[in-house]
């Protein structure tokens, strides 16, 4: 160990022992930003900045586990994902599959899947369904893998289920304008039966939410971090828990 990880040893469990445990959020999002700069700034190809990211997620569910975290939301892939080209969209969807698996494998975790379905190729949709099976019965840390995942897409694919389920009771357009709520809208969220998210993280310095959770996060608190997602660190993670500790959270009072 060089002096310098001495250092971050140190100040890492000094802020740990200021954490107010009590004021731990129990449902965090993050949006895991900066693969490809952290790549590029590394000499390596976006593939293997990918790959970093995701073998940094197990250290971040390691730390979520140590506190009262309920709900980690982690955005692996958006619709707008979809864009990129092939040689590594390809790619990334492999890694994405792999980690989902490995999640489930680790037996610590139940999986489940956020996004759209019928935008991934059938066998991303396959890993994803035997993950969330697999792990129905954990009783540990809720982990939403946001894949083909996108904010307003949820919101249109919330009210055409809630369209589609009260068509299928006979409900007429006139009564269900009389009692549909945001109530109403939530159950039919991806994340429905879940807490919305208290804390947002994003890394890589960019302070957007690009849709993510645009419907759960309306009263969120955010963290943005400078470093790139496969350089997050543990302390990064403890500054944003003691951040959102600090802050006092009103509601419009």
Not at 3 to 15: H, Q, S
Not at 39 to 63: C, F, P, R, T
Request: aromatic share 8%.
């Amino acid at each position: 160990m060089n002096l310098r990880d001495l250092v971050y040893g140190l100040y890492a469990r000094r802020v740990e022992g200021r954490l107010d445990h009590a004021q731990v959020p129990k449902h965090i999002g993050v949006i895991l930003d900066g693969n490809r700069r952290w790549a590029k700034a590394s000499g390596g190809s976006a593939v293997q900045g990918h790959q970093a990211g995701a073998d940094k997620i197990s250290e971040l569910l390691g730390w979520c586990s140590e506190t009262e975290v309920e709900v980690v939301t982690l955005w692996l892939l958006s619709t707008d994902n979809f864009d990129r080209p092939e040689a590594e969209l390809i790619p990334l969807l492999g890694i994405i599959e792999n980690t989902v698996r490995n999640l489930a494998a680790d037996g610590r975790w139940r999986v489940h899947h956020v996004g759209t379905l019928d935008l991934l190729p059938a066998r991303t949709q396959t890993v994803l369904k035997e993950a969330e099976e697999a792990t129905a019965g954990v009783d540990g840390i809720i982990v939403n893998v946001a894949v083909g995942y996108g904010g307003r897409q949820e919101i249109a694919d919330a009210v055409r289920s809630l369209l589609l389920d009260h068509s299928a009771k006979g409900t007429t357009f006139e009564e269900l304008a009389e009692v549909v709520s945001t109530d109403l809208i939530s159950e039919h969220l991806y994340t429905r039966g879940q807490p919305d998210p208290d804390l947002v993280i994003r890394t890589s310095g960019e302070q957007r939410l690009s849709g993510f959770m645009l419907w759960q996060s309306a009263h969120s608190e955010y963290y943005f971090c400078e470093v790139f997602w496969p350089a997050f660190r543990k302390v990064d993670f403890l500054r944003a828990l003691r951040d959102y500790a600090a802050r006092h959270r009103r509601y419009g009072t």
